[in-house]
């Protein structure tokens, strides 16, 4: 599964933690129907329009401790949303993205939670409000970041 960055069309749902420690969209403006899980016990999710093939919003949680913790600074980074390139050879809804990293890394402090390669040199998106992704050359997720 390949991914592609369309400039300035960020999706427009807000991120916001919550109570529970989970994290998701304030209120959906843009809505979804296709989920991409980035690592299995659902920390990640990247929710997709199957229509515009757009990301419109991440949401997962900040249970438990497999998250490194360490200071993270938000990147350096272009607006532009996130689009996959096609959704016909997926068998079924909800899969999970095996291309990415599974190392999760949490900066409490600064309210930033991100999964894969946070020293990841290629150019980073903003794709939404506090919702960053970084694409390798091959145009695989090499890292996502959240900040509430």
């Not at 989970?22 to 843009?30: P, Q, R, V």
């Not at 438990?64 to 949303?81: F, S």
């Not at 990293?101 to 999964?115: E, G, M, Q, W």
Request: proline fraction near 1%.
């Amino acid at each position: 599964m390949k991914f592609h960055i369309e400039k300035g069309l960020i999706n427009l749902n807000t991120i916001t933690r919550y109570s529970d420690e989970s994290f998701g969209y304030k209120e959906l403006i843009e809505p979804w129907d296709f989920q991409i899980v980035l690592e299995s016990s659902g920390r990640f999710i990247m929710n997709f329009d199957s229509k515009t093939l757009k990301c419109t919003s991440i949401e997962g949680h900040l249970l438990g401790n497999i998250a490194e913790k360490t200071t993270l600074t938000l990147p350096i980074c272009e607006d532009g949303g996130l689009f996959v390139n096609a959704l016909e050879d997926v068998e079924r809804f909800g899969i999970e993205y095996e291309q990415i990293s599974k190392k999760l890394y949490h900066d409490k402090r600064n309210n930033i939670f991100a999964i894969g390669e946070i020293d990841a040199k290629q150019l980073f998106h903003r794709i939404g409000i506090g919702q960053y992704v970084a694409l390798d050359t091959e145009n695989n997720i090499n890292c996502v970041i959240v900040s509430f």
